[in-house]
Structures are given as structure tokens and as C-alpha cells.
């Protein structure tokens, strides 16, 4: 009787007092359900969140191969000469050095003073000899080393690069087209590759993009009738100014022994080709409604009206028998392309060809792997009206059509960052590094939509103003019978590379280039 009564003052306690035994249970199994899901939410959230906050540009990849214990050149001087990839090996200089708020030998406009030879005043900033410490330099020059010297440090390293003289004759006379004068007189290339004196005056302005283009970049006179030992003067002057000399038929290799040569990582040298035309040209457009036709308007460039003129595409088509006559026609450029296009081959014997078959390998699949995180379409080129961000839209030049790349949509910040940069075109990119070494105070607020198209054509403008107005090569008085004026009075070694009166001299020389 006893023990009934104590079992059921029992249940009343746990029943009464401490409630049903199933609300424990459902208790029990709600902190449990709860327990496992901050469990599990924790490794879903160091799973999701962790890799989302690391950047491909900052994995071991983005270093390349081992370098040793060499210290990356921060001192460097690249001679930017024109259509030889030039525009994408600065935007590699432009990247490192604003990546390490290095400072630029930035031009006053786009162009160190081009096509004058170069004078230390056209740098932004300069103050004399050793007043300030300038980095890198890379905006187009016509070369004057002495000149160059008072800017850059004396343990700058001096580099640049070349194209075979018939490839570069294609590319400019598809963009300048309308700027020179013995170009624009031709129906096509093949037309004045057939007899090139019949279009050509020397005394004409903008007309040294017609003839030896490599050679008047270097500083030289490209009107002189080749001698042997004028040709092998003028390259014995190049060797002595510059460490390095890329040939950009041979892009990925320059890129390789560039990035040992100065010493820098993998992701410095990676890069998406910039400024290319398109391939397969389009009737749309032309001339006077872009942005190089109103500069070389403003610059005082007789620019031809008409609109089926301007739509017009160049024909670029050449025979066998006409690329010959361009080399023929370019002969100074000619002889220095093969004996550069030698010594860079001699250069990478000695590096190794398994090693460099390697390492251009590496930088291949290094430059897919950014273009598929960074790029639209995995990196396909587009025209630049289908790019929707007008401030990374390339500038149209002449009757082809420029490309630029779009870029991939959701990238965080850090990878955002690194692939604009990448695929900023370059007049943009001085810009925001002008900004940037020269705060300038707030200006006054344009109205939407006008404010970066003002900043464009004004940029456009400055840009081929320098381009084509107070070249070396002008009219005198405007007569028929007017002296060709060469500013500088020499070269920049000293001397004068004087003019043979020698007829121009057909190669003997026909070995296949490697």
C-alpha cells in the first residue's frame, strides 16, 4: 500500500512538475536538429566562403617557374615602335608598375613628342637631370638616347621590339591609311608595293609610316639609300643601346626571355592581345566619323571627303612578287629585322629550347586560365560597340576596326581589379596613371553621358596631334622643290649616319627566317 503511494506521487512530479515525457523528447530532438545545423552550417560556410575570397591572381601559378635569387628590375625603358604588338607589351609595363606604385615617365599628351625626336621636357613632371626618379618608360618615341639618359636612371634596362618589315607594312598602311600621304594616294598595297616612288614624297609629313618605319623609330634616317655599312652602323648602335630586342612574330618566346631578363613573375608578362584590328574588315564606319579622323583633322592632315571613300576597307592583298618589293622598299628595316631576328634565336639556344618549349607552355595555359575567369565569351575579341563599359572601349583608328574584350560579370574586387587592368586600352590607362602621379583638384560636374565622351575625343585629338603635325619631314615653304628637313641635325649616338649615294642594294641574302 505504501509503495503504490510513493509511485504515484512519482509520476505526479514528473507529470505535474517537470511536464509529459514527450515534450522532453521533442526538447531532446530540437536541441539536437539545431546542434547539427550550426555544425554543418559551419562547414558549408568555410567551404562556400573561403576559396570566393582567394583570387587566381594571387596562386602559386600567378608566379611561374623559379627565377633564383635575382631582384626584378624596377628601372626600364621599352622603345614603343609602331604596329609590332607594342601596345600590348606596355600594357604589361602599365600593370607592374601600378601594381607597385612605381612612377612613369608619363608624355604631356600620348606621345613623347613623336614624330620629333625625343626631348627630356616632353616627360610630365621632369626637372632636370637625377631631379626626380623616374621607373618606367614606354609611350612612343622617336629614340634619342642622350635624351632618354637624362630621364631614366643608369641601371635602366633598354628593351624593344620588331616585326618582319612586310607585316608591318600591311598594318599601317591598313591604319594609317588616311594620315600619309603616299598611302592614301594608293588604291591598295599591293598598288604602291608595285612602284612605291610613283605614291612616295619624302618631304611630305606623316609619309615616314610608308617607308622604314623601324629605322625612323630607332632615330635614324629612313630615307637613306642602304649601304652595308651604313645598315651595320646603325644596328651596331641599337645593340649598344638596348639589352634586349623582342620580335613579336615570336610573341610568347619574347615574353619568356623577357620575364627572365627582368626578373619578374609569370602574371607580369601574361597578357590578352590589345589594339588588334580586326581580320575580316567592315564597310561600316570610316575616316571622317572617327576619333583619328577628327584629330588628324584638328592636326591640319588633308583627310579626303566622301563617304563611299571613307567605307572603303584597304585592300592589303600582295602577291610573292610585291612583298619582295616592300622589303626591297624597306631594306634598312629589312636587314635589321634579320640580323635581330638571328641574335634572338642565338638567344634562345642559349636559354634552351626544351625549357623555353616549356615554359611558353606554361605561359599558354596561364593566359587561357585568366581569360576564361576574366573575359566574356572565354576571351573572344569583340567590335567596341558591343562593349557596354565605354571607359574600356578601344579607340577606332583608320578603316579597320580595333578589338577589345568585355569583362566577365560577378568577379569580387581583387580579380576585377587585375582583369581591367589587363584589358584597359592604353590611352585610358595613361589617363588613370596621369590621374594618379598628378591629382588634379575636383573639376565641376558634366552632365551625364557627356562628361567621358568630351574626355574621349579630347583624348583623341591630343593623342594624333602629336602624330601628325611638326614631323621631321615637311615642305619647306610649301614648294615643290623644298629640302627634306630631319630634326635633331644627328643621330642620337653622336654621329651622322650620312646618305649613300649608293642605289639600294637587293638582298642576296634569302634564308629562311626561323
Known sequence: MLFRRRARMLRWLVCGRLGPVWMWKALLL???IAFAGQLLGVIFNKSSVQPAARSI??????????????????HVMFLKTHKTASSTVLNMLYRFGEERNLRFALPLGYQLGY?????????????????MEFHIMGNHMRFNKHEVEKVMSADTFYFTIIRDPVSLAESSFAYYKEVAPAFRKAKGLGDFAD????????RLRNNHYARNLLWFDFGMDHNANFSLALAQHGEAMIRQAFKLILVSEYFDQSMILLRHALCWPLDAV???SLNARQQKPSGIGGMSGSWVGKAAAAAGVNVRGGHSQARTPPNLSLTEEQREKLRQWNTLDWYLYKAFNQTFWEEIDRFGLAQMDQEVALLRMRREDLARVCLRDGGKPVEAHRIRDKNIRPFQSGLVKILGYELQPGL?????????????????YKDVLDAKQFPRAPAVQAQPGHQSQGRIVAASTSFLRQDSSRTGERLMGGEAGGRTVEGGGGDWD???LMRSNQTVIRGQEKGRLR
Open 270 to 272: 601574361v597578357s590578352f
Open 412 to 428: 569580387d574586387n581583387t580579380t576585377r581589379t587585375a582583369c581591367l587592368r589587363m584589358i584597359r586600352p592604353e590611352i585610358q
Open 115 to 131: 614624330p620629333l625626336p625625343f626631348n627630356a621636357h616632353r616627360v610630365k613632371g621632369y626637372r632636370g637631370p637625377r631631379a
Open 57 to 74: 591572381f594571387s596562386s602559386p601559378d600567378a608566379q611561374g617557374p623559379s627565377l633564383g635569387s635575382c631582384q626584378p628590375h624596377t
Open 195 to 202: 612602284d612605291p616612288k610613283k605614291y612616295y614624297d619624302p
Open 494 to 496: 653622336g654621329s651622322h
Open 30 to 32: 530540437f536541441v539536437a
